[in-house]
């Protein structure tokens, strides 16, 4: 029985409209775009240009979507090799080898790494883990960060999140159903 497929649109850009596989996995659930098109709203001054990290990519909908509206380079992190060529087949379907790039790695392995600083960061890890804590902390300490990034989180609307660094002060948040949606900037 082949695996079930699902498909995400991309709401605007060079791509808006294009309809793009991935498949069913554990945990992955990909923003909605009632999300994805407030959120974007809220970053359209800023995403032309940005070098974004898609630091939990799943589906790619976010990452996919700061590349379609101008990002200069897009990171896409994900730990599931399937879903990783899954991501890599829609971004040889969307010619944009050049701009985005997909790697096979878990968050935490992939912060301990050599860092590079990014304008824009994509936080949406599975909803019940507790990794969010760990991963921002790994993000400002890392050297990650932009001096003036802004960084995403998507979380359960339900369970509060973990003490954020100091240095970030939120500028927008919204609910969704279960997704509590907000956006820091890093001061």
Do not use: K
Request: charged content about 25%; aromatic content about 8%.
């Amino acid at each position: 029985m082949a695996a079930t497929r699902n498909r995400l649109r991309i709401i605007a850009g060079e791509w808006g409209g294009r309809r793009l596989a991935f498949p069913a996995a554990g945990g992955l659930r990909p923003t909605g775009e009632r999300v994805r098109e407030t959120l974007f709203n809220w970053l359209q001054a800023d995403v032309a240009g940005a070098r974004c990290l898609d630091l939990f990519a799943g589906s790619g909908a976010l990452g996919l979507e700061a590349a379609s509206r101008g990002a200069r380079e897009v990171v896409l992190v994900e730990r599931s090799a399937r879903v990783v060529a899954a991501l890599r087949e829609n971004v040889r379907a969307l010619d944009a080898d050049g701009r985005i790039r997909v790697l096979n790695a878990d968050a935490r392995r992939f912060l301990a790494g050599q860092s590079q600083p990014y304008d824009l960061v994509f936080l949406d890890p599975p909803f019940r883990s507790a990794i969010i804590g760990p991963v921002c902390t790994g993000l400002e300490a890392g050297g990650w960060l932009a001096t003036d990034a802004l960084v995403y989180v998507e979380a359960d609307s339900h369970r509060a999140l973990p003490p954020l660094p100091e240095r970030w002060a939120p500028v927008r948040e919204g609910v969704a159903g279960g997704v509590a949606y907000r956006l820091y900037r890093r001061q």
